[in-house]
């Protein structure tokens, strides 16, 4: 068994796997690899079965989404370090060996991840994590690289290893060991943001998470859950959850409650923009959270939360009020 396992979980990603699964196990020859699929209809499995008869393929029995797709699939995986990707990626050779040697260096580091470039527009970092995760205040997320739709060019001004606050789903890697500590993804997230709660609960419990520019892959984005008005209602669902989750006690309810405010200003906005799919998903978003509040908040690990999870206050202000649309622009917290 080798120290890493990269691992896939694929759902009727046929011919994302056709086009990309050779070139990522030709580049990962450090790593066992493992085919996670949830309950396809596509033949996948079966074409993965014959293409790769070697390979370990695990089939579940029916489609548990990112985080609950993960979690039963990594209960049979045993490496030390999961390296999780997306069907809808390609790597580049030599992508992983930057990651672990940086993991290895410091047995506080929980998660890492490479930066990740826009496969259209290679120039381009990508919307899912570009060069490493932040969220504000209120749990809107944004990246080096990426705020709301603003990608950057990559011109290797954040190639460093850098510490962040989350690490993108599309492509990362966690040690199995601290992963299981924290009981891996939320299943109740299905998708979406899943990621981003994992890393608040790292954070939690005193671990880090890198990125570094010595790694880069390319992620088309959006080819696993296109963008649509369900994506949005489970992007604006998740993130509550999170803050239920996460928050620490002392100003959980006066965050929460700003959010909400936050979220029906964004319902004005979709209303104006004839946008009504999107007003009724964030309004159903907040009835599932006002019905599951007491059942998250059950969720809660026993851990001081820490207060100082983000750096900037309004990463909505500081981009739509102040034009701050490049990362290199947030100076201070607002």
């Known amino acids: 068994m080798k120290r890493v396992a990269v691992v896939i979980l694929n759902f009727n990603g046929l011919e994302l796997l056709k086009k990309f699964l050779e070139g990522t196990i030709l580049n990962s020859t450090e790593a066992d690899f493992v085919l996670i699929d949830n309950c396809s209809t596509d033949n996948s499995v079966s074409w993965f079965k014959s293409k790769y008869p070697n390979l370990l393929c695990i089939q ?13 699939g990594l209960k049979h995986v045993k490496n030390k370090y999961y390296a999780l990707l997306n069907t809808d990626l390609i790597v580049t050779k030599n992508w992983l ?6 993991l290895e260096t410091n047995s506080n580091i929980g998660a890492i991840q490479p930066h990740i470039l826009d496969f259209n527009n290679k120039k381009y970092f990508e919307y899912a994590g570009a060069a490493g995760g932040y969220i504000d205040k209120y749990g809107f997320p944004y990246c080096r690289g990426r705020i709301f739709m603003t990608a950057e060019v990559d011109k290797g001004q954040y190639n460093l290893p ?14 199995r060991k601290i992963f299981w500590e924290l009981n891996g993804f939320d299943s109740d997230f ?6 981003i709660d994992l890393c608040w609960r790292i954070f939690n419990k005193n671990y880090k998470i890198y990125a570094t520019g010595d790694s880069k892959v390319y992620h ?24 239920i989750k996460n928050l620490p006690s002392k100003n959980k309810f006066n965050i ?26 964030i309004l159903r978003a907040h009835l599932v959270f006002f019905v599951s509040f007491r059942r998250f908040a059950a969720k809660e690990i026993k851990v001081n939360k ?9 990463i909505l ?3 739509l009020i102040r034009g701050h649309a490049y990362f290199g622009d947030l100076k201070h917290k607002n």
Not at 60 to 72: E, F, I, M, T, V
Not at 166 to 174: R, Y
Not at 190 to 195: G, I, K, M, T
Not at 306 to 314: G, I, L, R, T
């Open 97 to 102: 060996n930057p990651l672990i040697k940086k």
């Open 220 to 243: 088309i984005g959006g080819s696993t859950l296109p963008k649509s008005p369900h994506k949005t209602y489970l992007n604006h669902r998740n993130s509550l959850f999170m803050l």
């Open 60 to 72: 579940l029995d029916k489609n548990y989404g990112y985080a609950g797709g993960y979690n039963k």
């Open 256 to 281: 929460l409650i700003t959010r909400l405010f936050i979220d029906y200003i964004i319902i004005i906005y979709y209303l104006f923009s004839l946008k009504l799919l999107n007003v009724v998903s």
């Open 190 to 195: 299905f998708a979406h943001q899943e990621e």
């Open 162 to 175: 850098e510490e962040i606050f989350w690490a993108s789903g599309s492509c990362f890697i966690v040690k």
């Open 317 to 319: 202000y500081a981009y």
């Open 306 to 314: 820490k207060s100082n999870y983000f750096q900037y206050k309004s």
